[in-house]
């Protein structure tokens, strides 16, 4: 089969593989239909991310056919269309019982922090990836859930992370009615928290990036303010002067490892890989938030350190969260929401790429070329 095969840093190539196979009573075989590109698969991309082997398949975000099934699984057949969560969660893991289905101990028992995730280096378990054409299911009873009759593909595939994502990024800011709510990041996740906070009740919401065209595109999809920080002097004190110089009630960090706007962390944290990556946009979440505020943190760093002003946190009384995002505890809503017309998630999707060319797909969404938000890669044989 056909299969993303990773070389090296901001090297992918698509290669034949061999097809993967039922190594578990619970394993589900599944023919790939449609596969995100993440901004998580650009710290993998760039080499930032610990334990990333050449060869491996990417792709955590992905909707497919069930093909085979082994003999313990029921929840799903063969022949059904399902989305697929990116963590891979066992369903019985005391994390998992707590519906931290991000952070199953059983998925991925060699790390104390993060779960398993498909596609996403041995750190987060060693498991391939969906950006290929097949794809092996662990613990088919838990994660793959049928597509509803009438969903349109391109928003079934982002329900697999995007925007459970953006909806736990808002929901985990503990929004109040009226809150201002700063978004950091006009990705495809920082996009859907922007959407989503309104459904909390935020008063006022504001988002920056560095990119125009994003910035457009979120001021419409999510009704929202949103600023080009490369214009401003500094965010942290534009977002004081815009609040009575009190900081906005909720920061929510939507860009992680790769963040631009510092110089001193982008030297650091991603050229001599002296940090987990740069904490730029956490470092401005954290000096925007108001006294008793919260921050949220979507974007993704490594397991390592990060400088960021945590006595100001402390002294401001800030509550932190952060999270891989628990897809299976937010599907059902997350369908609703989608079947309702309250979110349209398939808007972000710009790009629909042949599989065979995911390293120009790559080397698109890296560089934020051709007003690219989100691109879908598809497998030869769901083009037909
Ligand atoms: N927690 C989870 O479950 C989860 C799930 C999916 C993605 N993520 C993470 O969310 C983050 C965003 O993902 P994405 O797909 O939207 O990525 P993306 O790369 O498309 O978007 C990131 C955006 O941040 C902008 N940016 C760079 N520096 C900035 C700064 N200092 N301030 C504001 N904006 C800045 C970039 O221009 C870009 O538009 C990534 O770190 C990704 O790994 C987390
Ligand atoms: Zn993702
Ligand atoms: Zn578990």
């Not at 965010?235 to 939507?254: E, H």
């Amino acid at each position: 089969m056909l299969a993303t095969n990773y070389r090296g840093p901001q090297r992918i190539r698509v290669s034949q593989k061999p097809m993967p196979e039922i190594l578990h009573p619970q394993d589900a075989i599944v023919r790939v239909t449609r596969s995100c590109i993440c901004g998580s698969d650009l710290h993998l991309y760039n080499g930032n991310v610990p334990d990333t082997r050449v060869g491996e398949t990417f792709g955590h975000e992905f909707i497919g056919v069930v093909e085979e099934i082994g003999s313990d699984v029921h929840k799903v057949k063969v022949g059904d269309q399902v989305i697929v969560p990116f963590n891979i969660a066992c369903g019985e893991c005391t994390f998992c019982k707590q519906e931290l289905y991000g952070n199953c101990h059983e998925a991925n028992p060699q790390a104390t922090a993060v779960g398993g995730i498909f596609g996403y280096s041995h750190t987060a378990g060693g498991y391939n990836g969906g950006q290929a054409e097949y794809v092996r299911g662990p613990y088919a009873n838990v994660g793959p859930t049928v597509i509803p009759e009438g969903m349109h593909p391109d928003d079934a595939v982002l329900l697999t992370d995007v925007v459970p994502t953006g909806y736990q990024a808002a929901e985990m800011g503990g929004i109040q009615k009226g809150d201002t709510v700063v978004v950091f990041g006009a990705g495809p996740v920082g996009i859907m928290a922007a959407r989503c906070a309104w459904l909390f009740g935020a008063g006022r919401v504001i988002v920056f990036d560095q990119e125009e065209y994003r910035l457009e595109f979120v001021r419409h999809y999510a009704q929202c303010e949103a600023y080009n920080f490369r214009s401003i002097e500094d965010p942290v004190v534009f977002m004081k002067k815009t609040t009575d110089s009190l900081g906005a009630d909720v920061c929510i960090d939507a860009v992680g490892a790769e963040a631009a706007g510092s110089a001193l962390q982008t030297i650091t944290g991603r050229k001599m890989l002296l940090q987990a990556g740069s904490a730029t946009a956490l470092h401005w979440a954290i000096n925007s938030c108001k006294k008793g505020g919260t921050v949220s943190i979507v974007g993704v760093y490594g397991p390592t350190d990060n400088l960021v002003p945590i006595g100001n946190a402390l002294n401001k009384g800030i509550t932190i969260r952060g999270n891989q995002a628990s897809v299976k505890r937010l599907l059902p809503r997350m369908i609703e929401h989608v079947q309702n017309g309250i979110l349209n998630p398939r808007a972000l999707i710009t790009h629909h790429i042949p599989l065979e060319e995911a390293a120009e797909g790559y080397r698109i969404f890296a560089d934020k070329l051709d007003n690219c938000i989100k691109p879908v890669l598809i497998p030869p044989s769901a083009r037909i």
